[in-house]
């Protein structure tokens, strides 16, 4: 049995997506970041850096993984799955994961940061951090026009990129003309795992459904408390 102590994020998403594709057994315990719960000592033992997601395995001693990636990394070495294991195979899959962890991740956060979360709106930063992701969506667009996916065969890079790329309009980035992008996150969204992934521990507002800004506004005023302290 898998401990997951997470948030409806993307990073929170890609340990639950992984989980629900591994058919791994888990727990969820919900750490709302909104009320600081992830600066409780308690939580700090299991994770010294006070993020989500973090993982406790109970079948190997009780032993905590904190970072995404790492997670990601030791929940497919544990099973043997999404993941290959020759050097070759196992790099590719590391390329696309790290991708993800030093580029998608940090830049759509920093969008979101100053597109969704700051009360004052500063052009510049806002541009600048919108022109990156986008940049780093064309290079994904680049590589899905010469593959089904990131790494050859589905894997964890997959679920990485997939669980922040798919987040693309709360950082009010646009997909235009990326169709292979556009194909590649369809064809993930139909995966019943991702489905169920995304939806713990609770479902966000779909900006695309009638009335979704206004959920989404509310959101973003709890939000705003994990961007100041």
């Known amino acids: 049995m898998i401990d997951l102590y997470t948030f409806s994020t993307p990073n929170g998403w890609k340990a639950s997506v992984a989980l629900e594709e591994l058919e791994l057994p888990y727990e969820v315990h919900v750490v709302n970041l909104m009320a600081q719960e992830q600066k409780k000592p308690d939580y700090l033992a299991l994770n010294p850096n006070g993020r989500i997601p973090t993982i406790v395995d109970r079948d190997n001693g009780d032993f905590a993984v904190f970072e995404s990636g790492a997670i990601l990394v030791y929940l497919a070495e544990k099973t043997g799955r999404l993941m290959p294991t020759d050097p070759k195979g196992r790099s590719l899959v590391m390329q696309w994961l790290m991708f993800q962890m030093g580029g998608i991740g940090p830049m759509m956060g920093q969008a979101n940061v100053f597109y969704r979360y700051f009360p004052e709106k500063i052009p510049p930063a806002i541009e600048r951090y919108q022109n990156e992701c986008r940049r780093l969506f064309e290079v994904l667009d680049a590589r899905l026009a010469q593959t089904q996916w990131l790494a ?13 790329v798919r987040t693309y309009k709360w950082s009010g980035v646009s997909i235009e003309g990326l ?16 489905q169920k992934g995304v939806e713990v521990p609770f479902k966000l507002p779909n900006l695309e459904e009638e009335g979704a800004e206004d959920a989404a506004d509310e959101f973003v005023k709890g939000a705003r408390t994990m961007v100041t302290k």
């Open 179 to 194: 169709d292979n992008l556009r194909r590649w996150m369809d064809t993930m969204r139909e995966r019943p795992a991702c």
């Open 152 to 164: 050859g065969d589905y894997s964890i890079a997959d679920i990485a990129n997939w669980c922040w």
